[in-house]
């Protein structure tokens, strides 16, 4: 069973690569199966479909993701609550940075994947609902999705900001936008 582990985690590794560097759309079975040295029918042994390679990829960190707004949902409404789901959404995006940067950049994902962007828009539009707390107005709507934007933009990009400094400076960010108009 390690062999096929190993063989499964290689071509992980070879598909994320490909897909960063082609987009999700352009990148083939056959280029997957190349990259890691493997037929094209031992690649099916693996994975039945480039969907389920996406699988694969993605849902370890989507299921952190909607675990995180889900948990700040059992909280009561406060201020900190807001910073927290930030802090929480940011530790799961930083943590899945590959993955996340896939989804959040590669639009041939969303026109290919319909059930993926679903999963996404899903979570999104709930993370924005708990950040624009109780009956919102339009000012605190747009806040909050832009303070959710602001944590999910910059991932594919700033690759050379030190992890700790880039989290430091998104939250800050993002809490900024959700402060009161004064």
Request: with cysteine; glycine share 2%; hydrophobic share 45%.
């Amino acid at each position: 069973m390690p062999k096929q582990t190993d063989t499964r985690a290689r071509i992980l590794a070879a598909a994320r690569e490909l897909f960063a560097a082609q987009t999700y759309r352009a990148a083939s079975m056959r280029d997957i199966a190349l990259k890691v040295g493997i037929t094209k029918a031992s690649l099916y042994h693996h994975f039945r479909s480039k969907s389920e390679i996406l699988a694969a990829l993605t849902t370890p960190a989507l299921e952190a993701l909607k675990r995180a707004v889900a948990t700040a949902a059992d909280r009561p409404e406060a201020s900190e609550t807001r910073r927290d789901l930030l802090a929480e959404c940011l530790d799961v995006l930083l943590s899945h940075r590959e993955a996340m940067a896939l989804l959040l950049h590669d639009a041939s994902v969303y026109a290919d994947e319909q059930e993926v962007m679903t999963r996404i828009t899903d979570i999104t539009e709930h993370a924005v609902r708990l950040l624009s707390g109780p009956n919102p107005t339009a000012r605190e709507r747009v806040r909050a999705a832009q303070a959710f934007a602001a944590i999910t933009a910059p991932l594919g990009q700033l690759t050379d900001i030190p992890e700790d400094t880039l989290r430091t400076e998104l939250l800050q960010g993002a809490c900024a936008l959700l402060e009161p108009a004064g």
